[in-house]
């Protein structure tokens, strides 16, 4: 199951609006109803959950996988992470990451200004100090590297990312 939503700017700017103004609640609320409908399908093999996201999807892919039952979580550059900032709030994400037993993987980009260094660090140390079997990926890149219709697109970058992203899945699935 899955749904791609091209970009468009328009979009992104109501949608990035919407994410400052939605309570923290609100989005752990959505993901856990998703999840709760996803167990109960037909065509969703049990135990196999799993979440993906980019930017503030990348945070919420890892805030979805606080829930019991998610096996992996693919994050590429969440924004957010690191110092709180997701919706209406403050994220306590970090402070959170005991709960996991899914299985992480974290795609950064170096000179993502988004998440800085001082950003990585606190969520390579948040996720080394509660023992989250985790894998880090960092390449020279920038924030939205993997956006094809980007300028900050870096298609070598990219095919890596995804390579490792199936293999991380395809394993985590196992």
Not at 2 to 30: M, Q, S
Not at 38 to 52: K, S
Not at 108 to 117: M, N
Not at 141 to 169: C, K
Request: proline share 5%; glycine share 12%; aromatic share 8%.
């Amino acid at each position: 199951i899955g749904t791609v939503i091209e970009p468009d700017p328009l979009g992104r700017l109501r949608g990035n609006d919407n994410a400052r103004r939605t309570e923290i609640a609100h989005f752990d609320a959505d993901a856990r109803a998703v999840l709760d409908w996803l167990t109960q399908a037909d065509n969703v093999a049990p135990g196999q959950l799993g979440t993906f996201g980019f930017c503030l999807g990348g945070h919420l892919a890892l805030r979805a996988a606080l829930n019991p039952g998610v096996k992996a979580a693919v994050c590429c550059y969440p924004t957010g992470l690191h110092n709180g900032k997701l919706g209406r709030g403050v994220a306590d994400t970090l402070d959170r990451f005991g709960e996991l037993t899914a299985k992480v993987l974290i795609i950064l980009g170096s000179q993502d200004p988004h998440v800085p260094p001082e950003g990585r660090e606190a969520i390579l140390k948040a996720l080394d100090a509660t023992g989250v079997d985790h894998k880090t990926l960092l390449y020279q890149a920038n924030h939205t590297f993997m956006r094809d219709d980007g300028y900050r697109y870096d298609p070598v970058a990219t095919d890596q990312a995804w390579g490792e992203s199936i293999s991380f899945l395809t394993e985590g699935f196992a």
